[in-house]
């Protein structure tokens, strides 16, 4: 029989643990996991960078729905374990859930240290620990006013520079000499203290708080030296303890944290600890790397295996953007102890070597951290230093005759020097599944091999790797950057738009710094789109950053001249529609008519200047445009269904007319046509559209992605539904999701391929909240949206774009 | 070609001025056309609202380059996306063209160009 594993905490070890144990031994356990939090498994080392507004939660996800589901896990969510009957091996829920266990798993983490002073439970005081946290911290930054962080260590710091990017007067507050000072020498920290200070963070040290002032809620922060600052939001960020009451309370031993052996076993052997919770060899860790070399040595266990753990070097890095800085080990002075010290004031470096017996016990880099992971490795390995001592700290590159390729500097690592610290992958591990499994992308080897995947402050060195062993196969830009304006791709531009509420171009240019001043016509287009998708509300449509077509809502022809095409629902004509274009074309003399491929009719050949005329008189007869030239809804082509076909099954042209009714007037990424077929013959070709409907007599088959253009390809079937209304709702959330997601200029045959089929699936049909939530999306947006914009024109808008500004008659005497 | 502050003095008596609008015509980083005995003119009111006139015609295929997205001081032309130098007409990036360049004048936002100093730049 299976055996029962519960895990007790959700957080990032045991995530890493399972993920360690599916590779060991899939299968091998029925697994119950209680998480605290009311949600999946997220990369809280990124809760700094999602505070600054640089990632969004959706970013730092690790173990989606899908993988606990996939794997088989049961996992409470929102659910506090209250007991362990050690007795009966099992395990209570405050919310009364039971399960029990064969194995026992304690993953508590920790918890935040609120100093005991006067007032620190007043609202407006938060720590930093959890999404609940950063939640908060964003809710108090919204109006600005002034955030107080009592704490200058790592996380202190990173919570000062998110509210500071959030547009907060920030003070930190830090009770020692120095900041950092567990991690960083008093010369360090001096350079970071500047640096902050020139992000405009006011740095206070020697800052002892006496008490937290305000009159039901945070108003200030009382120093014991007399001074008070005021504050609108104060973030206890001075420390964590492990969060071992549970433990303690079911008589397990615990002295800081659940004391553990080197199998991370506990005083009962049926139950292990794991992550910032536990302690071992009378050390507890707060950092990811030796949580997750714990993590492995407990997945071995688990699967029967004798790994030890052995205890952990750490190194630190800060997350705080354009402040470079690496710490690791120990590098206190002592009498049987030298230092190795380099300082380039000009360049703001700062560079120190620790050396115990010609070994390098202590590393702190300030600046310039490229040699950081090579000390490192040095440092972990205990390795004989004497040789390279007299250049050593002129880092790795001097070493082999004054290359300063980084690359060399990689290539000369060896394969059990670490790479990522974090994860604890190796130069050689990655190289190993480059070569076995052929990954060529970055996003391939995160996926992998988890390198860079964390923190990510490695990815350069993971990309010198990958260049080293691909040679020109790899190709660095492999997200490729929007345009030459901005180094950023589509989709992380979409998502900063959305971060950080960026509402116009020159915020987005501004904040997303932007290379040129006013973007190009690749940029512009793109990020209108965006902003029009994103808002639509909010946003002023900024024409001039449209492509002609949009500008004046014809196609532009080889000589300058226009197409126009009014739209004929579904495909649907009458008399007097053919008879009011035939006097437009009579009238202004339009050489071409052209029947569409897109069941309606072309007018080509139309002067700039006769556009709003051709549309007066077009818009007298009922026609509106048929936007053909948009990167937005065209066509819905249908056949004439069960109104007059011998074998129609539903009202195919009704319901094609009843979208495309619907759905006008919507821009989306690239342009969009769809069909609907009366029955499964598929007059109306919908299985090559990009959103297609096939009748069936139990109902509507929705088809999507496919192609009949420079790619042919036949659509992916989304589901079936049995009424039209139901099939409407399924076709305008697809689309609206589509609008949401996609790169601009990318069709949805592309979009859907590149994020999965069944990604779409789960969305649209399985998920009826998202659903729902789509369909209201794209039905505000409609509100905005559904213009004419031919009658907008005849009425007088945009006069400019169709006559000369001047009309010379002959050259000026 | 652009003049920002043109002297009285630096006037010779062979350019003579006509005038064609305002700078409030054109929208912002956009264009506007002008029809005369030499042919279609398209004059530019840029970002930074800099005028500029060059002949309506890419030298590519003869697209209608007051049609395009004006971006910097540069346009791209909207049949097959030449960028056109504003300042000097030719064609940036690896394409290679010369479009021709008029004199427009900015007095306080009154707009004037000279037809009679089509400025080539062939060479």
Known sequence: ?813 | MQIVDLEPIAVTIDITWTPIGHLDDIPRRGARCVETPKGRVAVFRTADDAVFALEDRCPHKGGPLAQGIVHGHAVTCPLHNWVISLETGGALGADEGQVKTLLVRNEGGALFLSLDTLTARAE
């Not at chain 1, 209570?92 to 194995?103: F, L, M, Q, V």
């Not at chain 1, 809710?139 to 990173?158: P, S, T």
């Not at chain 1, 500097?409 to 050689?428: M, R």
């Not at chain 1, 790797?465 to 691909?470: G, I, Q, S, Y």
């Open chain 1, 1 to 813: 029989m299976t055996q029962k594993l519960v895990i007790i905490g959700n957080g990032m070890a045991p995530g890493r643990m399972l993920e360690d144990l599916f590779e060991k031994a899939p299968g091998l356990y029925d697994i119950t996991i209680f998480n605290a939090e009311p949600r999946v498994n997220y990369d809280r080392i990124m809760l700094s960078p999602v505070l600054s507004g640089e990632k969004a939660y959706e970013d730092i996800i690790i173990h989606d729905e899908a993988w606990y589901a996939y794997h088989g896990v049961t996992l409470h969510k929102g659910a506090r374990v209250a007991t362990i009957d050690r007795a009966a091996r099992t395990v209570t829920a405050e919310n009364g859930i039971t399960a029990s266990y064969d194995k026992l798993v304690i993953a508590t983490g920790s918890s935040p240290i609120i100093i005991p002073v006067p007032g620190s439970d007043l609202p407006g005081v938060v720590a930093y620990r959890d999404l609940d946290d950063v939640a908060r911290m964003l809710d108090a930054a919204k109006g600005g006013g002034r955030a107080v962080v009592i704490g200058g260590g790592l996380l202190g710091l990173e919570a000062a520079y998110g509210l500071k990017r959030q547009g907060m007067d920030v003070t930190v507050l830090h009770l020692m000499p120095t900041l950092m000072e567990r991690q960083l020498d008093p010369a360090a920290a001096y350079l970071l203290e500047k640096a902050l200070a020139a992000r405009d963070i006011t740095i206070l040290t020697k800052a002892d708080t006496q008490a937290i002032v305000g009159d039901g809620k945070v108003e200030g922060v009382a120093l014991k030296d007399g001074r008070v600052l005021p504050a609108d939001l104060v973030v206890m960020a001075v420390g964590i303890r492990p969060a071992a009451q549970l433990a303690k309370a079911v008589g397990l031993e615990v002295h800081r944290g659940i004391v553990v052996d080197d199998g991370m076993r506990t005083s009962d052997p049926a139950i292990y600890a794991l992550g910032e919770c536990a302690e071992h060899r009378g050390q507890c860790y707060g950092l990811v790397a030796p949580l997750y070399e714990s993590a492995k040595v407990l997945a071995d266990r688990l699967s029967g295996g004798q790994g030890e753990y052995q205890g952990s070097v750490t190194a630190t890095k800060l997350k705080v953007t354009g402040v470079n800085l690496f710490s690791a080990g120990d590098f206190a002075d002592a009498p049987d102890r030298q230092e190795i010290v380099l300082r380039d004031a000009a360049a703001g470096v700062y560079k120190r070597l620790v050396l115990k017996d010609d070994r390098i016990v202590g590393a702190v880099l300030y600046g310039d951290v490229a040699d950081g992971p090579w000390y490192f490795d040095m440092l972990r390995r205990g390795a004989d230093i004497g040789a390279l001592r007299e250049t050593l700290i002129y880092g790795q590159s001097y070493q082999g005759g004054g290359t300063h390729d980084p690359r060399a500097a990689v290539a000369a690592l060896g394969d059990d020097a670490e790479i990522c610290g974090c994860n604890g992958i190796s130069k050689g591990k990655i190289v190993a599944a480059i070569t076995a499994k052929g990954l060529t992308t970055l996003a391939d080897v995160r996926a992998h091999t988890k390198a860079s995947a964390s923190c990510g402050s490695c990815t350069g060195l993971v990309e010198q790797v990958m260049a080293l062993t691909l040679g020109d196969a790899y190709q660095p830009n492999a997200v490729e950057p929007v345009c030459g304006c901005t180094d950023l791709g589509h989709d992380e531009v979409r998502r900063l738009i959305r971060a950080k509420g960026l509402k116009t171009i020159p915020a987005v240019m501004q904040e997303l710094e932007w290379k040129t001043s006013c973007g190009c016509a690749k940029c512009r287009p793109a990020l209108n789109y965006y902003l029009v998708c994103d808002y639509p509300d909010a946003y002023a449509d900024d024409y001039q950053s449209r492509f002609i077509n949009e500008r004046v809502h014809a196609n532009i022809q080889k000589d300058g001249t226009y197409s126009v095409v009014p739209r004929m629902w579904g495909g649907v004509t009458s008399s007097t529609e053919l008879r009011a274009i035939a006097d437009v074309v009579d009238k202004f003399a339009i050489p071409m008519v052209k029947v569409t491929g897109g069941q309606r009719i072309d007018l080509l050949g139309v002067h700039k200047e006769d556009l709003p005329a051709v549309w007066a008189d077009l818009g007298q007869a009922g026609f509106v445009s048929g936007q053909a030239y948009a990167k937005g809804l065209r066509t819905v082509k249908t056949c004439v269904g069960s109104q007059w076909c011998r074998f129609g099954t539903q009202d195919s042209t009704g319901l094609g007319i009843r979208i495309e009714k619907f759905m006008w007037g919507s821009w989306t990424p690239a342009k969009v046509k769809l069909a609907v077929s009366g029955c499964p013959r598929n007059c109306a070709e919908a299985t090559c559209k990009d959103i297609g409907i096939i009748c069936v007599d139990s109902g509507y088959e929705i088809h999507f992605a496919g192609a009949a253009g420079l790619d042919i390809k036949g659509t992916e079937i989304l589901g079936t539904v049995k009424t039209e209304d139901e099939a409407l709702e399924h076709v305008v959330a697809l689309a609206q999701m589509y609008r949401e997601g996609a790169r601009y200029l990318e069709r949805i045959y592309k979009w859907a391929k590149r994020i999965g089929y069944d990604a779409v699936r789960a969305q649209i049909m399985d998920d009826a909240d998202r659903r729902r939530g789509y369909f209201e999306r794209f039905v505000f947006s409609q509100k905005f949206a559904q213009v004419d914009p031919w009658s907008e024109r005849v009425s007088g808008k945009d006069k400019h774009e169709f006559k000369p500004m001047a009309i010379i008659a002959e050259a000026a005497e």
